[in-house]
């Protein structure tokens, strides 16, 4: 048996034995799926764009307000991405994992709805960075159907009805995350879980990197799934040095039908 081989038997005997788990993803998991990943090899924020503007300044609240169409020009790029891709075995995984234990969340950083597309239930899936639709008027706040339409159609959208400008209900930058996920995570988080797994994220928030250090704290199991080292070595028990796609149905299978 490889080393790897190893540690994907220990990640299953992990998942076997908790009854709390909290998956925290982010784009490393999609990256299967055909979407860019933010930082490291390829990443979307790795440059700056064609405007010679940081993404993150590019994507921001405050650009949204300023320059509609330029924050539009990036905003419907991911939203390109996003509906021109679908979940993988990593996603469908989790789902799975989740409809034998009760006790499994989802707290994701993606906006690309592919953990609901996977089937997760959305009851116990906090997508602390919102999604991708629908669309509604900052104006007058109503919804626009056909979010795809729209990104394909003249930017920024506009709202039909008074002709404002649409926007996602996803986190932009130098925006508040929702409060009714945040809710959400810290009533989850004051429960407790056994078992926290970061999978495909680089963790560049607290609130990403809280549960896990909370876990620990506790005397819980942690792991990292990730080609990758990334900062959280330091903080998990277990680090599974590849891809999401791969790992996850090996180590769920692994997992006697309950
Ligand atoms: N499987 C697992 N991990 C992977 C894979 C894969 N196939 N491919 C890449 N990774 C890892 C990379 O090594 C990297 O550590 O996924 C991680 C992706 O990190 P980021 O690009 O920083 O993405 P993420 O952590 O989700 O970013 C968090 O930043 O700007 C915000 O809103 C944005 O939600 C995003 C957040």
Not at 79 to 89: D, I, K, L, S, V
Not at 164 to 175: C, K
Not at 181 to 206: K, M, N, W, Y
């Amino acid at each position: 048996m490889t080393r790897d081989d190893s540690r994907i038997r220990q990640l299953g005997q992990a998942l076997e034995a908790a009854e709390r788990i909290l998956f925290i993803t982010g784009a490393g998991l999609s990256a299967d799926s055909g979407l860019p990943t933010y930082r490291g090899l390829g990443g979307l924020y790795n440059g700056t764009t064609a405007e010679g503007l940081p993404i993150e300044a590019a994507l921001s609240g405050p650009m949204l307000q300023r320059d509609p169409a330029l924050c539009w020009k990036y905003l419907a790029e991911i939203g390109r991405a996003c509906h021109g891709a679908t979940p993988n075995a990593g996603h469908r995984a989790i789902a799975e994992l989740q409809a034998r234990k009760p006790g499994c969340w989802v707290l994701t950083q993606n906006i690309d709805g592919f953990h609901r597309a996977a089937g997760s239930p959305a009851e116990r899936l906090i997508e602390i960075h919102g999604q991708l639709a629908p669309l509604y008027c900052q104006a007058c706040g109503r919804e626009a159907a056909d979010a795809e339409r729209r990104l394909a159609g003249p930017l920024p959208p506009r709202c039909d009805a008074c002709a404002g400008v649409l926007r996602p209900p996803v986190v932009l930058f130098e925006e508040m995350l929702p409060v009714e996920a945040v809710e959400r995570l810290r009533r989850q988080q004051a429960i407790g879980f056994d078992l926290v797994l970061a999978v495909g994220t680089s963790a560049s928030f607290g609130y990403i990197l809280e549960p896990l250090l909370r876990c620990r704290t506790a005397g819980g199991f942690t792991v990292e799934i990730n080609p990758a080292t990334t900062e959280l070595a330091a903080w998990v028990d277990l680090h599974v040095p590849g891809r999401a796609l791969d790992v996850l149905p090996q180590a769920i299978g692994h997992i006697s039908e309950q």
